[in-house]
């Protein structure tokens, strides 16, 4: 053999090697070897010599730890403190705060598909079904969203006592307090239903049950503390509210100015150590009527009644409506939905230290408890929002496509109205996949903070999408409010769901990424760990033991990323079947990911935390990566059915043609312009070949949701579909089962107008002749008949004098007609 076809061989097993990410031990033992073979069969020529001193340069080094530390790790670790970011308190315990799921197999590069889809998919209790068939129907059946929002600006009483009996107040508060201790997926499927009707009642129900007072009483309250409020608030004896936003204070924590100052004062008649608090917050919803006030602030203790330190850190306390210094009751008004939602003031309000959140020991600890409940909490409420108004848009879009008619043709079958039919059947399966996904991982007991972050961001986002495609189609029937409109007050509050839970902006460019990197990357928090330790020798250990691994990623996914653009990503190992391409596509883009995302944090250290447009993409990589796997596994879970798989092969296609475009955005943008170009040639050397959904599928698609099909019915599967009068969505199903069996009679009838047998102006005078003529029969007459009259009702709009165009403001419920405040 030539000493060219040995160095054939090294670079084929550095190939293989480098793909499989084997250990230092297996690359030193394989070269040794090679050069061993290749001596004994080449001679020891001067090219193998070379490559003996190559070898034992590089491995000698590698091998030997006192050596790896003295050429290897010290300058790197002494490197690496430099371009390491700096971090706050808030943004170090935000971070640290939660666990870590399926976004850290697609961050290390290369997930396992076949053990993925053996994650069991989230189930409800025979008990969990019960009340949703139940109490839930009952609540949705009452629900008249037009008179809540226009007429009353509030849940009528007999919804608010309803609500109590039932329960709804309690839905994760352990049965031992009384609440119903129901799994998130359940809680997720409750509030979807209620979304779909009524975004005010399905707050109402969300935010005692969200980050909050139940909550964080769950997780960190004393027992005195539990066995007082919880039973109350399962009850709704109590109702609760978390005061955290104030009006320089937002996303950024930091800048809270509501304080408190440790401090004796005389208390119920006698001397207590407690808190003087001074706040103002807003947009707390629940706060007009609210008689307990979780609140977030930062406490100070200047005299060390409690320790050495003076600034102890933002601490969460319980407060009841009565204490005195509160100013409360004034409402904001978001957007035409009125659920209670307001600011509260406090003024040198004394509350003992009991009352902090956990007793006295949590003083300080607030932030943390607050990111770890909303690590969660931010996978369920928001998202089960958005999903539920897609759901209903997914059932009722098409069919008013294929019940309302332009130029004598239902408009469903215009191009024009597919392609946002197709988008609103596409992204809702996106959706509920991503929601679905995530919940099964709460279920499971964990707090997955960063895909909970990025379901709450991408599942409004296409909510919004969705909700703009069902208005387009709708027309004058979406834009003209009152007890007919099934679209527009979910319409106008998509913003509130876009900029609460951590504005969308932020969590784009700021959280997913720059969170996720340091949580879910596979090294770099134990390296930035390493960094942190005080003992020189003990990090350089640490970091030794770490970094080693990252490098050896790091050379694993160069040669990963070319080779699987070069081979189309067709030899890697994927489940067989229909989206067998997808998973292989995924786990390419899975390698080319993690590359990049090393690239980016190598060149750009600290600087990459306000580069904030580079880590909105890489974020928006990893979250298309991680809505892939939630549609793939949905498909699965489902069965794998046949109508399914045009919307799963929609949403895929959608998800990898992002995620190619957002790849094409870092590299053309990239602050390195050689860097950027380099990254895009290892990731697509042979170019860029996704695209978009076709729009032959787009037809398939929008052809699902314009007819009673199984696709749309699973699409639909949780809202409020139930054939009740006043049921508006039952209306709509109703119109287009009659109009699909009018239109062979329709047809009839207009070949009979062409012909010139019958005669009239319009299409009812025209059947009136065909009946009268024996063309159809009178069986076939009254099936147009209904079909015509159900149109009619479903394409009518409302229309009102202008006196009722006054808002008829009826006493609302627990509320109170100005702002109260408790002097002291």
Request: aromatic residues 10%; glycine residues 8%; hydrophobic residues 40%.
């Amino acid at each position: 053999m030539t000493l060219i076809n040995w160095y054939y061989l090294f670079l084929l097993a550095i190939i293989l090697l480098s793909y499989h990410r084997a250990s230092l031990i297996l690359w030193t033992s394989t070269f040794l070897v090679l050069l061993i073979a290749g001596t004994k069969f080449s001679g020891l020529t001067i090219g193998m010599i070379t490559s003996w001193l190559i070898f034992l340069i590089i491995a000698i080094p590698l091998n030997i730890k006192p050596w790896r530390y003295r050429f290897l790790s010290q300058p790197l670790l002494n490197l690496y403190t430099k371009i390491m970011p700096t971090m706050s308190r808030t943004e170090r315990e935000a971070i640290s705060a939660g666990t870590v799921t399926w976004e850290g197999d697609l961050f290390r590069g290369n997930p396992n598909w076949r053990q993925f889809l053996k994650i069991p998919p989230a189930t409800l209790t025979a008990e969990e079904k019960s009340f949703i068939e139940g109490p839930l129907e009952t609540l949705c059946s009452m629900i008249h969203d037009w008179d809540i929002t226009h007429n009353r600006a509030d849940l009528p009483p007999e919804m608010w006592a309803f609500l109590k009996e039932q329960g709804f107040f309690g839905l994760i508060i352990p049965k031992q307090y009384g609440g119903k201790e129901f799994s998130a997926y359940a809680h997720s499927q409750i509030l979807v239903k209620i979304s779909g009707l009524s975004i005010t009642v399905s707050t109402t129900v969300a935010v005692p049950n969200s980050l909050g007072p139940a909550e964080l009483l769950l997780h960190y309250g004393t027992e005195e503390q539990k066995n007082y409020y919880l039973p109350k608030l399962a009850k709704g004896e109590e109702i609760p509210c978390f005061a955290l936003t104030s009006p320089v204070a937002g996303s950024d924590a930091s800048a809270m100015t509501d304080h408190g100052i440790v401090c004796w004062e005389d208390f119920e008649g006698k001397k207590t150590l407690g808190i003087r608090l001074n706040w103002d917050k807003r947009y707390i919803t629940l706060a007009p009527i609210a008689t307990v006030i979780g609140l977030a602030f930062k406490l100070y203790d200047p005299e060390h009644l409690l320790g050495t330190k003076e600034e102890i850190g933002i601490t969460c306390a319980l407060i009841p409506r009565m204490t005195p210094g509160i100013t409360i009751g004034r409402r904001h008004f978001p957007l035409n939905t009125p659920f209670q939602n307001g600011p509260i003031q406090g003024e040198d309000v004394f509350i003992p230290l009991d009352w902090i959140i956990g007793g006295p020991k949590k003083a300080g600890k607030g932030w943390a408890m607050l990111m770890e409940c909303l690590s969660s909490g931010r996978g369920i409420t928001l998202p089960s929002s958005a999903v539920g108004g897609a759901k209903v848009l997914s059932y009722t879009a098409g069919a008013y496509a294929r019940i309302r008619k332009q130029f004598n043709v239902p408009i469903a079958r215009f191009e024009g109205i597919e392609e946002p039919l197709a988008r609103i059947a596409g992204y809702s399966y996106i959706m509920d996949a991503a929601r679905t996904f995530v919940t099964g991982f709460i279920n499971a007991g964990e707090k997955p903070a960063i895909a909970s972050a990025i379901v709450k961001y991408h599942t409004t986002e296409l909510g919004r999408k969705v909700a703009c495609d069902g208005m387009d189609i709708h027309g004058g029937k979406g834009i003209c409010l009152g007890p007919k409109n099934y679209l527009g007050r979910g319409y106008e509050s998509i913003p509130i769901a876009i900029t609460v839970e951590g504005a969308n902006i932020l969590t784009r460019s700021m959280i997913i990424f720059g969170q996720g990197a340091m949580r879910c990357h596979p090294y770099v928090l134990s390296e930035l760990e390493a960094a942190h330790l005080t003992n020189p020798q003990d990090a350089l250990i640490a970091f030794d033991h770490v970094i080693t691994k990252h490098i050896a990623f790091g050379i694993s996914n160069i040669v990963r990323s070319l080779v699987m653009a070069l081979t189309g990503s067709l030899l890697v190992a994927a489940p067989s079947g229909k989206t067998k391409r997808y998973f292989q596509s995924a786990t390419r883009f899975c390698s080319a990911f993690a590359l990049a995302a090393d690239v980016s944090m190598l060149t750009l250290g600290g600087s990459l935390k306000r580069k904030e447009n580079i880590s909105a993409r890489l974020g928006d990589i990893l979250s298309y990566l991680y809505l892939l796997s939630a549609v793939l596994k949905q498909y699965h879970d489902q069965g794998e059915n046949a109508d399914d798989f045009l919307v799963a092969q929609y949403a895929s296609e959608h998800c990898l043609f992002e995620i190619q475009k957002r790849f094409n955005e870092l590299s053309k943008n990239f602050p390195n312009r050689w860097v950027g170009k380099l990254l895009k040639w290892i990731v697509f050397p042979l170019g860029q070949h996704f695209s978009p959904p076709s729009d032959k599928l787009s037809h398939k698609v929008a052809q699902l949701l314009a007819a009673p099909t199984d696709a749309r019915q699973r699409l639909a599967f949780g809202a409020f579909l139930s054939p009740l009068k006043g049921n508006v969505i039952a209306e709509v199903q109703d119109a287009l089962l009659k109009c699909i069996a009018s239109e062979p009679i329709e047809k009839i009838i207009k070949t009979a107008k062409h012909d010139g047998e019958i005669s009239g102006y319009t299409l009812l005078d025209q059947a009136q002749s065909a009946l009268d003529k024996n063309i159809i029969t009178y069986e076939q007459f009254d099936i147009f008949k209904q079909a015509d009259d159900a149109r009619q009702l479903v394409i009518a709009v409302d229309d009102f004098a202008s006196d009722e165009l006054s808002r008829l403001m009826i006493e609302p419920y627990h509320s109170y007609e100005n702002s109260i405040s408790f002097p002291k």
